[in-house]
Nanobody, 119 residues
Framework: QVQLVESGGGLVQAGGSLRLACVAS????????VGWFRQSPRKERDFLGR????????TYADSVKGRFTISRDNAKNTVYLQMNSLKPEDTAVYYC????????????WGQGTQVTVSS
């Protein structure tokens, strides 16, 4: 089992920045990839990007490329989502999720952290 806990959400003005953190615990040795997602009311959960746990390779959705950056600190078992130039439409609950080696889907999810961007 892997447990994920997000933090760092809050209220920010448009144009501002936030850094979210996702701390992993448990059997993190089996983790292959950690991804970030978000969900707004009445919308589907959107993929934002991911990072490989060992090599640190990143992939981003076109919607956030150039504004959001994912990084990791393996010593702290933490993955970060740096969000810059925030817009009101970025308002959502942000989730991190991990996928273990050999899994097809993300199989562990955090509880989410609310990000609200005011205009």
């Amino acid at each position: 089992q892997v447990q994920l806990v997000e933090s760092g959400g809050g209220l920010v003005q448009a144009g501002g920045s936030l850094r979210l953190a996702c701390v992993a615990s448990g059997r993190t040795g089996t983790t292959d990839v950690v991804g970030w997602f978000r969900q707004s009311p009445r919308k589907e959960r959107d993929f934002l990007g991911r990072i490989t746990w060992s090599g640190g390779s990143t992939t981003y959705a076109d919607s956030v490329k150039g504004r959001f950056t994912i990084s990791r600190d393996n010593a702290k078992n933490t993955v970060y989502l740096q969000m810059n130039s925030l817009k009101p439409e970025d308002t959502a609950v942000y989730y991190c999720a991990s996928r273990t080696r050999g899994a097809v889907r993300y199989n562990y999810w955090g509880q989410g952290t609310q990000v609200t961007v005011s205009s």
